[in-house]
């Protein structure tokens, strides 16, 4: 297991404490860290997601407005 060597804040390190007294402190952290590593991780799927569907946007024919709403519109009651 790694050891990490970082600072905080004094009101923050004074407010994790008074959290989480009697916890195992350790175990949160990693379990902080692991939830920010996958919201990193979502984030960047997302963007790349997006660029690729910018992307594929590019190459599609442009469609003007009346033929949007017209396809909107067909099948309607």
């Known amino acids: 297991m790694a050891t990490f060597n970082f600072s905080v804040p004094d009101e ?4 994790f ?8 402190k350790s175990a949160i952290i990693a379990q902080l860290m692991r939830a920010a590593v996958e919201e990193q991780q979502r984030q960047q799927r997302r963007s790349q997601a997006i660029d690729a569907l910018l992307k ?22």
């Open 12 to 15: 923050v390190k004074a407010a």
């Open 17 to 24: 404490n008074k959290t989480f007294a009697k916890k195992n």
């Open 56 to 77: 594929l946007r590019k190459k599609m024919p442009s469609v003007s407005a009346p033929t949007i709403r017209s396809a909107r519109e067909k099948g309607r009651p």
